[in-house]
C-alpha cells in the first residue's frame, strides 16, 4: 500500500467513505520524497519524540514513526480517523490523537506521552490556519524545532529577513521567537486535490532568548502591528495609535528619530533592533508622561 499513490489514495478512501472537506482544507500528498524529507529534516531520531499536526492520511506519519521514538498525530477530522487505523496499523509507536490543534495544550500533551525526551513538532498546514496555527507551536515552549509545509508566499515571507520589503508583522514575531529556514519548495502537483498555489517547507529552531532583549514585550509587538498594519504610512504617522493619541506628532518623530531612524521611513524597514530600541524610547516617553 503506498500512502502517496494515488491509486491506493483513492482506493483507501472509498473503503471508509471518505469526502475530502473543502472547510479543513484538506490536500493529501502524491509524492513520496516529500513526506520522506519533512521526516528527515525535521530534527527527530530514536533519543526524541514527535507531534505531527494533521496527519491526513498518514504519508508523513509513517515516516516518522521511523525516526522517532515516539508520535502523537493530532487530527480533527473524525472521519480520517478509521482511515489512520488502518494506514497506521503497522506502527506500534505512533498514537492518534483526536482534537484541534489549537484549542489542545501542547505542554500537557507533551508532559503526559513524551516526559523528559525532546520532541519536534511537523505539520501540513491548512492555509487557513497557518499563522494561529505556528504561533500555537511556538508559543507552547515546548518543541526543540518545528517543520511546517505551508503556502509558498507564505514560506516566503516567514523567512524574509526584518527590514526588507517582503518582511510582515507575523515574520518580526517569528524571528523574534526562532530561526527560520526555508528548506524546499513542494509544487501544486504533488498534491489530491491539487491546490491553486504552490507551498514550501520552513524550519523554525525556537531560541533559548528572544533574538532582541525588550522592556517591554506587549508594547514591542503593538508596534510592531501598528507599523504594518498601516505600512504604507510613515512609522510615525502609523504608531500614534499604539499611544490612545496622547502624543502629537512632534513628539513621535523626536521618539523616531531619538532611535537613529529617519522621520519618513515606514515601519517595514526596520530590524529587530531597531524594534528593540524604538520600544526603549516608547517606554521612556510613555513614563515621562505617567503612562507606564
Known sequence: MGLCDIQDIKAILARHGFHFSKSLGQNFLTEQWVPERIAAECGADAEACAVEVGPGIGCLTVQLSRRAAQVAAIEIDRAL?????????????????????????????????????????CA??????????????????????????????VAERICAPA???????????????????????????????????????IRLTPLAQPAVQVENEKLFFDLVRAAFNQRRKTLVNAIGVVFGGKFDKAQLTEMVTYCGLDARVRGERLSLDDY?????????????HGML
Open 81 to 121: 480517523l478509521p482511515v489512520l487505523e488502518e494506514t497506521l496499523a503497522g506502527c506500534s509507536n505512533v498514537e492518534v490523537v483526536q482534537g484541534d490543534v489549537l484549542k489542545t495544550d501542547l505542554r500537557a500533551l507533551c508532559a503526559q506521552k513524551f516526559p523528559g525526551r525532546p520532541v519536534y513538532a
Open 124 to 153: 501540513n498546514l491548512p492555509y487557513y490556519i497557518t499563522t494561529p496555527a505556528i504561533s500555537a507551536l511556538l508559543d507552547s515552549g515546548v518543541f526543540a524545532g518545528i517543520t511546517v509545509m505551508v503556502q509558498k508566499e
Open 163 to 201: 527590514g526588507t520589503g517582503n518582511a510582515s508583522a507575523f515574520s518580526i514575531y517569528i524571528q523574534y521567537h526562532a530561526r527560520a529556514e526555508y528548506l524546499f519548495d513542494v509544487p501544486r502537483d504533488c498534491f489530491v486535490p491539487q491546490p491553486k498555489v504552490d507551498s514550501a517547507v
Open 276 to 288: 528593540a530600541n524604538l520600544t526603549g524610547a516608547a517606554c521612556a516617553l510613555m513614563r515621562a
